[in-house]
């Protein structure tokens, strides 16, 4: 069992930057690979960023890449998303998630295990 809590979501005006965390407790961090997916109002959840445990694979989603960084320190057991040039369209409730396949990425919701509770991002135009 792996847990997770994101922090760092808030309210930002278009162009401004903010930076999520993920911390992980439970089970060793570099066993799983980490993503982040984000569910906006009224639409289905979707994926944003993946690495893989060693940090040296990675993929975004088209709509976020070029502003957003994903990072991890697994001396921490934590996860970050660096989020600069920020867009109305970037708002909605950002999750963590951990999954098994450590050596790889996953765009698919199935491919992950553990989810965290979701933070809040609001950018307001």
């Known amino acids: 069992q792996v847990q997770l809590v994101e922090s760092g979501g808030g309210l930002v005006q278009a162009g401004d930057s903010l930076r999520l965390s993920c911390a992980a407790s439970?089970?060793?961090?570099?066993?799983?690979?980490m993503g982040w997916f984000r569910q906006a109002p009224g639409k289905e959840r979707e994926f944003v960023a993946a690495i893989s445990w060693s940090g040296l694979i990675i993929r975004y989603a088209d709509s976020v890449k070029g502003r957003f960084t994903i990072s991890r320190d697994n001396t921490k057991n934590t996860m970050y998303l660096q989020m600069n040039s920020l867009e109305p369209e970037d708002t909605a409730v950002y999750y963590c998630?951990?999954?098994?396949?450590?050596?790889?990425?996953?765009?698919?919701?199935?491919?992950?295990?553990?989810w965290g509770q979701g933070t809040q991002v609001t950018v307001s135009s």
């Open positions: 439970g089970r060793t961090f570099i066993n799983y690979a």
């Open positions: 998630a951990a999954s098994k396949l450590r050596a790889s990425v996953s765009l698919s919701m199935t491919n992950y295990d553990y």
